[in-house]
C-alpha cells in the first residue's frame, strides 16, 4: 500500500506456529534507490520481491536496508538479501543492536528457555522434521554484516527526509523513524495496533518495559499523521491526540 509520495506499507502473510501472521515492513523509494526497513522472517526474501514488484519499485533499485532492531522477524531474511545482491547493498542498524544482527552476541530474547517454550508450544501436528529446522533457526538465528550506524536525530537523504528516533526498551537499540514530508511515524515496534486501535508496547515482548513506556513520550514531539506499526499496520485517527494519551498513561 502506497502511504504518501515514496513511501509504501508493505505486506506480508506468513505461516507462524501454525497460525497466520501479518507484518509490515517499509519500502521507501527516490530517484536516488530504494531503501528497506527490515527483513521479515527467514524465508520471507520471495515474498518481499513480490511485494516490490506490486509496489512497482524494481528489485535492483534497494541500495539500502535499515533494521529496526534485532528480533528474528526483522533479520530474518537479510542473509538472502545479502547472497542474492552481493556487494549491493548497505545494511545500517543502531550501534546497540549491531552484534545481535552481525551474530557476534546471542538474539537478546533467544535464552535456552526461550526456545524450550517455542519449540514446545508448537501444534502437535507438526513433524519431527520441521520441529528439528525450527529449533535450529533459533539456535542459529539469521545474521549480516551492519555496514553503518544510525544515531538519534539523525535525518537520512531518504525520499525526503527520515528522522532516525532511538526508542530503546523493546530492544536496547530498537530505533522507529519519522517520514518528514508525510508525517508518518514508523513505529516498527515500539507501538503496535490491535483492534484497530493504537496501543503502547506489549510488556512479554519487551526487553525492558519501563524503558520501552518511556520511549513513547519521545513521539510527542512530532507532529504525526499517521503510523505505521509492524505489527498492526496503519493508524491514522486523530493521531497526535492518540499518541499524546499513550505517553500520558505511560
Known amino acids: 500500500m502506497q502511504i504518501a509520495n515514496g513511501i509504501h506499507m508493505l505486506e506480508l502473510e506468513v505461516l507462524i506456529m501454525g497460525q497466520t501472521n501479518v507484518i509490515y515492513p517499509i519500502l521507501l ?23 516490490f514488484e506490486q509496489a512497482s519499485v524494481p528489485l535492483e533499485h534497494l541500495k539500502t536496508i535499515v533494521i ?23 545494511v545500517l542498524a543502531s ?14 530474547k533467544v535464552t535456552p528457555e526461550a526456545i524450550e517454550r517455542a519449540v514446545a508450544s508448537l501444534p502437535a501436528n507438526v513433524s ?4 528439528k529446522a525450527f529449533r535450529a533457526n533459533l539456535e542459529n538465528p539469521p545474521k549480516g554484516k551492519v555496514h553503518g550506524i544510525l544515531e538519534d536525530g539523525q535525518v ?17 537499540g530498537h530505533l522507529s523513524f519519522y517520514h518528514i514530508p508525510s508525517k ?10 490491535a483492534d484497530g486501535q493504537l496501543m ?3 510488556p512479554a ?9 518511556q520511549s513513547i513520550k519521545k513521539f510527542a514531539a512530532y507532529d504525526i499523521e499517521t503510523v505505521i506499526c509492524y505489527h498492526g499496520g496503519l493508524f491514522h485517527d486523530k493521531t497526535n491526540a492518540r499518541i499524546a494519551e499513550l505517553a500520558t498513561e505511560h
Not at 532492531?69 to 547493498?89: C, N, R, V, Y
Request: proline share 9%; with cysteine; hydrophobic share 40%.
Open 68 to 90: 529496526s532492531h534485532q528480533d528474528i522477524d526483522h533479520i530474518g531474511s537479510l542473509p538472502a538479501f545479502l547472497t542474492e545482491m552481493p556487494g549491493k547493498l548497505t
Open 156 to 172: 537520512l537523504a531518504i525520499a525526503g527526509g527520515l528522522q532516525v528516533i532511538l526508542t530503546p526498551g523493546h530492544t536496547p
Open 95 to 108: 550501534q546497540l543492536e549491531k552484534p545481535y544482527i552481525e551474530g557476534e552476541k546471542m538474539l537478546i
Open 128 to 131: 519431527p522434521e520441521w520441529r
Open 200 to 202: 503502547g508496547p506489549i
Open 205 to 213: 515482548y519487551c526487553y525492558d518495559y519501563e524503558l520501552a513506556k
Open 184 to 193: 508518518t511515524l514508523i513505529a516498527a515496534d515500539a507501538l503496535v495496533v
Open 29 to 51: 523509494s527516490d530517484s536516488d534507490g530504494a531503501v528497506l526497513i527490515d527483513t521479515g522472517y527467514p524465508g520471507n526474501y520471495p515474498l518481499l520481491c513480490k511485494a
